[in-house]
């Protein structure tokens, strides 16, 4: 059963916008925490890389643009933690979950979050950092318009998913707006409180 596996493990809700830091600030608690940073797009891409069976069917819903099954996101999710569990110390769910129902699903399958941490920066600033990166990142998402479309997904899917875990009490909201350094001095503030 993997929440028997698990329970002793602190699993941490990483979630925001396209350009709030996110990626940065889970690397970092990697470093000094020894968390698993599991994103699923990440898990995504290695399994169809990987040329497996489940690789084979994944590759053929994106390239249909659909999306992958929500239950073939867990298997996945539930199966690299399991991978990890005798040697990590928690886990950070990187970009998860978009939606209400797929943290409900989470809890059934695995288990309940320690905490949600939130990585709020404003809309300007994440547009900014977006620009930034399209320059040298060559990815095609990095344009303005782009930008503006996937920064609307993000608050449209996000703000219900906030609420539901600030009704539970464990969403720590950090403010994203200065240097990196400055939001992981926050970031350490609250998994430092976590017991």
């Known amino acids: 059963m993997a929440a028997e596996k698990l329970k002793n493990h ?34 995504l891409r ?10 084979k069917k994944l590759s053929a819903i994106m390239e249909k643009g ?12 539930r199966d690299a933690m399991l991978a990890k569990a005798d040697t990590s110390k928690g886990f950070l769910i990187d970009g998860y979950p978009r939606e209400v129902k797929q943290g409900e699903e989470f809890e ?17 600033t994440m547009v900014k950092r977006l620009l930034k990166r399209g320059e040298t990142s060559g990815r095609v998402d990095d344009n303005e318009e782009t930008i503006k ?14 609420d539901c875990y600030e009704k539970r009490g464990i969403v720590r909201k950090i403010n994203a707006e200065g240097s990196v350094d400055a939001v992981f001095q926050q970031v350490c503030t609250q998994l430092d409180a976590l017991k």
């Open 10 to 43: 602190k699993i941490i809700f990483v979630v925001g916008g396209p350009g709030s830091g996110k990626g940065t600030q889970c690397e970092r608690i990697v470093q000094k925490y020894g968390y698993t940073h599991l994103s699923t797009g990440d898990l």
């Open 46 to 55: 290695a399994e169809v890389g990987s040329g497996s069976e489940r690789g």
């Open 66 to 77: 659909e999306l992958v099954p929500l239950e073939t996101v867990l298997d996945m999710l």
């Open 108 to 124: 059934k399958k695995i288990a309940p979050p320690s905490l949600v941490l939130y990585i709020d920066a404003g809309k300007d």
């Open 149 to 162: 479309k996937r920064l609307e997904t993000y608050y449209k899917a996000t703000e219900p998913v906030i």
